[in-house]
């Protein structure tokens, strides 16, 4: 049950009243943002509230069991704080949502109505809809532990323990020629295997895609050639000269992990772990049922 101070209690008791939505967005990369649909700039806890073209709240949908709760928050593309590029890059994606009911003629009077994140986000021309989604969403998500054949672990974290930034996993380079919107031409990585960086990483350091990162489907070496290809096409075109650095990639397996990065101590899979196809084998007359290895 929300808790309202006296003030707002009080205020609340009146035929007419002076509300508005306010929503602080806190991003995964600590950018906060602050929006409402009342006409005024609105300010409370160091945040700035923008009005009117930021967002306007639907219904809220909400239910009595372990569903998630969802509004959806409806805004226009005309504020200088959400960009079509930043939509489609990614930055807007789970971030998380405090709801706010304000009294916008004392900002004081206010109650915390709900906490979130941000969910689908459906564009259109001139707006977006976000959903928000409440906290129950993360019941719905796998903690723990997984056993499979393949290894578990992010490369580079602690569970890994591989250091990326070391001189073996990581290069810088830059784009000579482009091929498609998401395959180039590299040069500066030349010394590197062919497939060395598949599954990797791209981190541009110049260009319009400066500052953000791009994960590589293909890394490929040809008579000294070297060409990358990325897993999606970045929001902004790659160009000639784009500066990067360009960090090694794992396949999660157990060969891998030994050969390449000399790390079978820490592989955090179960590579003996039987296979589906264990349910379905079946006596044969060629061998193979003595007890040993499979």
Not at 28 to 51: I, K, M, Q, W
Not at 242 to 250: H, K, L, N, Q, S
Request: hydrophobic share 40%; aromatic share 8%.
């Amino acid at each position: 049950m929300k808790q309202l101070t006296e003030n707002l209690s009080d205020h609340l008791k009146f035929g007419a009243t002076t509300l508005s939505w306010c929503w602080r967005i806190i991003r995964a990369d600590g950018a906060v943002y602050g929006f409402t649909d009342h006409d005024r700039a609105l300010s409370f806890d160091g945040t700035n509230f923008e009005p009117e073209s930021g967002l306007v709240a639907s219904e809220l949908r909400s239910g009595s069991d372990l569903s998630v709760d969802a509004q959806d928050a409806e805004g226009v593309l005309s504020s200088d704080q959400i960009t079509e590029t930043d939509i489609l890059d990614g930055r807007w994606d789970n971030a998380a949502v405090e709801v706010w009911r304000v009294n916008w003629q004392d900002t004081s009077q206010r109650v915390l109505l709900r906490r979130g994140a941000i969910g689908q986000i459906r564009r259109g021309r001139l707006a977006f809809v976000a959903e928000v989604r409440s906290m129950a969403h993360v019941l719905g998500q796998t903690v723990g532990r997984t056993f499979q054949a393949s290894c578990d672990a992010e490369l580079g974290d602690a569970r890994c323990g591989i250091n990326l930034e070391s001189a073996s996993f990581t290069g810088t380079g830059s784009v000579t020629d482009l091929l498609r919107d998401r395959a180039f031409l590299a040069s500066g990585i030349g010394a590197f295997a062919d497939g060395w960086f598949s599954g990797g990483t791209v981190e541009w350091t110049s260009g319009s895609n400066d500052g953000r990162l791009a994960e590589i489907m293909l890394h490929e070496v040809s008579s000294g050639i070297v060409t990358v290809t990325l897993l999606e096409a970045p929001v902004r075109p790659i160009a000639a000269d784009d500066a990067f650095v360009i960090r090694a990639g794992c396949d999660k397996r157990a060969e891998t992990c030994r050969a390449k990065f000399a790390n079978m101590v820490n592989f955090r899979g179960y590579p003996h772990i039987p296979g589906q196809d264990a349910m379905i084998r079946y006596a044969t007359k060629d061998g193979g049922h003595e007890g040993n290895v499979l």
